[in-house]
């Protein structure tokens, strides 16, 4: 799948690629025209760090690690500066983004995103509703012709529908509440296993350019779509005036971090302070009482 | 009619005080005060809030947590044993369910088909599928039919297992 454009000569890219196999005998011929947007995949992935990275650590997990479990680790970037350098490493809590990669539950969470809004308001005239047809055409017997007892019946032309679709439908229906939280685990995991998370320290950026965000997006290869998370229910100007105009980079509360949204865009972006809420919240379904008086009312440690 | 007129006003008095009551609250008011037997400093134009008895509804909402088991070393009287302190050194973990207990359930389906579930394995299910067969065919003399879902990561046993399963992985330490 092709990422972004780097700008490298085509012929550049083939010297690059014969050097890098230069071990082996290169069977790329030297007058190659390669296409401009190429990204070698060995280049543009950074390893996950290391154990001894000098770096330093900004945030380990609040709630307790599952003994056979370790914790995950990612870099944490910076939306400020125009470097692709890291500012630090975090600590990800394996109960959220290391589940295993249940591709029927995001399926389900998906359609059941789809679904569950929509109202189809198709509907036809059954022969009582079409106008007229309350006369009996032609005499039962007598005329020759077929008997009918109506002339808006749907054997006719011009009669109602028999079985067509009725009024306004509501395809509603509430997956339960532990399936949908174990979606978002599931597409949060998946996405970390794919390159397409990204963690970073808060959510300022330097100009509120749409094209600046959009340089610094290709400059990190972080992809085509990018889906922005804070927590909060303000968000600096900058990055509201920046995204405000652009199609393919949003940015979202953490409560309206969905299945769509996260397969919708290629890359997904969370900040520290969200990742701490989104742990917070996921992993409380895991040790919960079944509700004895529903949620929205008051609860002693409700998260 | 002389002795009625020639009566005492006191002794009069004595005999209607059962059908004359003293000016003040009914009996049925016995405990209750009025606003105007307040001490005189108590007595204020202005209602004044306190939180301070609010904590009396506080320690009857429910918490929404499960909480940890106190902790113990051996099987508690109810039969309940915690699992070990470090992770078995296995292919594979089963963990508990979230009231703490081995997640092993039985099930009847058309009346007589008994099926017993072995949920929430992490790891290698089929090295526990081995060693399941294994040991049920130790205790019981024969290896009853499983079937294995990897994608849900759950083992199914044919026959209702559920006490030696409970018991085996108790013993190995999940």
Not at chain 2, 6 to 35: D, E, K, M, N, Q
Request: include cysteine.
């Amino acid at each position: 799948m092709l990422r972004c454009t780097l700008l490298v000569c085509g012929r550049g890219v083939v010297r690059l690629l014969a050097s890098s196999f230069c071990s082996e005998s290169s069977a790329l011929p030297p007058n190659l025209l390669l296409p401009t947007n190429l990204v070698d995949p060995s280049r543009s992935k950074r390893p996950p760090p290391p154990a001894d990275c000098p770096l330093p650590l900004l945030r380990s997990c609040d709630a307790v690690v599952p003994a056979h479990l370790s914790a995950v680790q990612t870099w944490v970037e910076t939306l400020e500066a125009r470097g692709s350098e890291p500012l630090g490493w975090a600590q990800l809590h394996p109960d959220v983004f290391a589940v295993a990669p249940r591709l029927d539950i995001l399926h389900e969470v998906e359609t059941w995103q789809k679904n569950f809004k929509r109202i189809s308001h198709a509907n036809t005239k059954i022969r009582s509703e079409v106008r007229g047809g309350g006369r009996k055409p032609w005499n039962q017997k007598g005329s020759g012709r077929a008997r009918h007892g109506s002339i808006r019946s749907p054997i006719w032309k011009g009669g109602g529908v028999s079985n067509g679709p009725r009024g306004p439908t509501s395809y509603f229906y509430m997956l339960p509440m532990k399936l949908r939280v174990q979606g978002l685990k599931v597409a949060l995991s998946s996405k970390l296993a794919q390159d397409d998370l990204h963690i970073v320290d808060s959510v300022n950026i330097s100009s509120p350019d749409p094209q600046d965000l959009l340089h610094l997006i290709r400059e990190k290869l972080w992809g085509e779509s990018v889906l922005i998370v804070d927590v909060g229910e303000e968000f600096p100007e900058n990055i509201l005036q920046a995204t405000a105009s652009l199609k393919t980079v949003n940015i979202i509360p953490a409560i309206g971090l969905n299945v769509h949204s996260m397969l919708k865009h290629e890359a997904v972006v969370l900040t520290l302070e969200s990742v701490r809420f989104l742990e917070e919240k996921l992993l409380w379904h895991d040790q919960r009482y079944t509700p004895l008086y529903p949620y929205k009312l008051p609860y002693s440690d409700l998260p | 009619m002389a002795a009625l007129r020639t009566a005492h006003p006191a002794v009069l008095r004595g005999a209607l005080r059962l059908y004359i009551r003293a000016p003040g609250p009914p009996a049925s008011a016995v405990g209750l005060r009025c606003v105007s037997d307040a001490a005189p400093q108590d007595q204020t134009g202005v209602p004044s809030e306190s939180t301070e008895e609010y904590k009396f509804v506080e320690r009857l909402v429910p918490p929404s947590r499960v909480p940890a088991p106190p902790p113990r070393a051996g099987p508690s009287p109810s039969g309940w044993t915690p699992p070990a302190d470090a992770p078995p050194p296995l292919a594979y973990t089963v963990r508990r369910s979230r009231m703490h207990n081995i997640p092993v359930y039985t099930d009847t389906t058309h009346g007589s088909r008994r099926t017993t579930l072995v949920r929430k394995v992490e790891g290698d299910i089929w090295a526990l599928e081995r060693d399941v067969k294994q040991h049920l065919k130790e205790v019981m003399g024969t290896e009853p039919p499983t079937q294995v879902n990897e994608v849900t990561m759950t083992l199914k046993v044919k026959g209702h297992v559920d006490s030696e399963l409970k018991e085996w992985l108790v013993s190995k330490g999940f």
